[in-house]
């Protein structure tokens, strides 16, 4: 049932990535501020930036570039990265919008925040780190500064944690980005102490 329930969520991310470029960005405010000039946009007040299930909000945002098919955005304060798969938060993000599709989101935050939409019966994914990275289009998390990670209560710490979304795969000090050492920690389900032997009784003790 599990392979089933993945292969289905995959097939519709794949579905969702080919019509993708077919969905227009929408993009609304409580007020803006547009400087023809400078190709810049400024926006306050429940700012949010969709397309298709994937959205960005915040209280407030500034967007350059020669067009709004390709430009970058800031966001700043209560930042919620939203999509099909996945939700970030962070005081802090940037985002790039190219041949008018939304294909990266940077999060910074103290810490910045990662939880992946769990699949029925499925563990808690989650993350901490100063900065996640998410490319949107691959379904690709990386993770740097102070990084927790945490997959059913398992945790693991390190530089640099790259996640794959999509077919749950992590590196964690991917070789060539980071001299520091893996850190794991496995906890029992059951809540149970494993080094915690059985105290035994008395009667066991006396061989009756």
């Known amino acids: ?33 547009f400087d023809l000039r400078k190709s810049e946009t400024r926006l306050r007040g429940n700012v949010r930036v969709t397309q298709g299930p994937m959205s960005i ?31 970030m938060r962070s005081n802090t993000a940037t985002a790039a919008i190219v041949n008018g599709q939304l294909t990266r989101a940077t999060v910074k935050g103290t ?13 808690l994914i989650e ?9 949107l289009t691959k379904g690709i998390v990386r993770m740097t500064n102070d990084v927790w990670f945490s ?24 070789t060539g980005e980071s001299n520091g ?3 794991i920690r496995i906890r029992p389900r059951n809540g149970v102490n494993p080094q915690a032997a059985p105290t035994p009784s008395s009667t066991s003790e006396n061989g009756s």
């Open 181 to 183: 050492r893996v850190n």
């Open 151 to 174: 997959y059913g209560g398992n945790e693991f710490r390190g530089d640099v944690v790259v996640y794959n979304v999509r077919d749950e795969k992590v590196l964690v000090n991917p």
């Open 1 to 33: 049932m599990r392979g089933l329930l993945v292969a289905l969520v995959l097939a519709a991310s794949a579905a969702h990535a080919l019509q993708l470029s077919n969905e227009e960005v929408a993009v609304d405010a409580d007020d803006g501020e």
């Open 111 to 123: 810490p910045a925040t990662f939880e992946q939409h769990p699949i029925a019966g499925e563990q």
């Open 127 to 135: 993350g901490r780190a100063g900065e996640i990275e998410y490319d």
């Open 57 to 87: 909000t915040s209280e407030e945002a500034v967007g350059s570039g020669e067009s709004n098919e390709n430009s970058k955005w800031t966001f700043s304060r209560s930042v919620q990265v939203k999509t099909r798969e996945a939700d």
